[in-house]
């Protein structure tokens, strides 16, 4: 890991890189020794590069008392030495069905990182609320930081389909920046889309390109046989998200899904055929 520390002015007083103990000399190597500081300055003490597997340490300020004693907020020593404590990076990952967000076991989930090796793969499972841990939550930590890793389903849990793959960084500060959904607590969520479903979403593309989704309630109605056949089921898109039906109700055949209440200054869309 590479440290430095500031002065008051922001300047560079020092920096250096951590090394390991070496048990053939008198020295303790790990331990960064600095001389000749101010007394009654305030110092910033910087990780500016950790470990791998590891997020960087969060800055610390340190004053070197008249008496030659160290104030600081950090955790000191019996010995005095300030220490830098490192966090092993950490990635919470959770199996979902995309529409209610229930926890799902028998999935396959692999993390793979940028040279195609699977680093973790897990098979997913259900909370056993006996124990304090939540178990459907896969929790990995020393991911490196700042690589690409690609978060993938190989087995779906009966009655779904497969997830599409996403991928996810972890910044050097432990935050992840991830091209899935994530949940309010920081979890990636792998979600999976009932087999037996229709998703559908309204949306407007303009002369540019931009795709947008159009910000209206609209119902849908699903038809048996044809266009105009009988409606044997409905469901609404509320807003701009997405809307699902269940199609548990239904036996194997043809249908098809016609729209009303089509916002003013739009077409209806066409009737799409399911099978």
Known sequence: MRFGYFDEDGNVVEEWISEVEDET????ESIHVITGLLTEVEYTLIETVAPDGYTVATSTTFVINTDGTVTTLATVTTDGVILVEDTKTTVSISKVDIFDGIELEGAHIQIIDENGNVVEEWDSVLDDESTPENEAIHVVTGLLTGVTYILRETVAP?????ATDTTFVINADGTIVSTGSVSSTGVLLVEDTPSNSIVINKIFEDYLGNVTAVDSDITFQIHAGSATGEVVGTFTRIGT?????????????????????????????????VV
């Open 158 to 162: 009966n009655g779904y389909g497969i």
């Open 25 to 28: 000399t008198v020295e303790n």
């Open 241 to 273: 998200s997405q809307s699902y039906e269940y199609l548990t109700t239904l036996d194997d055949g043809t249908y098809y899904i016609t729209e009303s209440g089509t916002p003013d200054g739009y077409n209806s869309i066409d009737p799409i055929k």
